[in-house]
């Protein structure tokens, strides 16, 4: 096996297979980012989960639609890393991201309905932030 691993270590470094690898985790590391200063931005906790988000409805779906948009690339990126559920995970950030844009509409209609998917959005996005640090770790 070690003799398989050196030659496998080799060829990734002639065709720069590791880089491209880190490129991508580090494309999609930015993404989170954008994820995780909405979070802060809008104070969404577990303690509250609605936080400030109704306050600013139009700012929050505008910054949704920037993590929808920024996201759809990752679900690409994100298929490079084989046996992690990233594009998974990734995929259902996008479509929490997208509820939450279409709840915030008329958000005390659909207020139960919000508080549940922000809970949601907020675990993928914790899962999704465990894998990328494993990965950065590895």
């Known amino acids: 096996m070690g003799r398989f ?3 496998k270590r080799r060829v990734n470094d002639l ?5 491209r690898k880190n490129y991508k985790l580090r494309d999609i590391s930015d993404w989170l980012v954008l994820v995780s200063a909405f979070l802060q931005t809008y104070d969404l906790s577990v303690e509250k989960p609605l936080g400030n988000l109704l306050e600013n409805t139009g ?3 505008f910054d949704l639609i920037g993590i929808i948009h920024n996201g759809r690339p990752m679900l690409n990126k994100a298929s490079e890393f084989k046996n992690l559920d990233m594009p998974e ?3 259902n950030i996008i479509e929490k ?3 939450i844009r279409r709840y915030l509409i008329n958000p005390k209609l659909q207020e139960e309905h919000l508080i549940r998917t922000l809970g949601e959005f907020r675990e993928n996005y914790n899962k999704l932030q465990t ?3 494993s990965c950065k770790e590895n």
Not at 15 to 19: L, P, Q, V
């Open 5 to 7: 691993d050196s030659i």
């Open 15 to 19: 065709t720069g297979t590791a880089s």
């Open 59 to 61: 700012n929050a779906k």
């Open 89 to 91: 995970l990734i995929n």
């Open 97 to 99: 991201a997208d509820a």
């Open 131 to 133: 894998i990328i640090e």
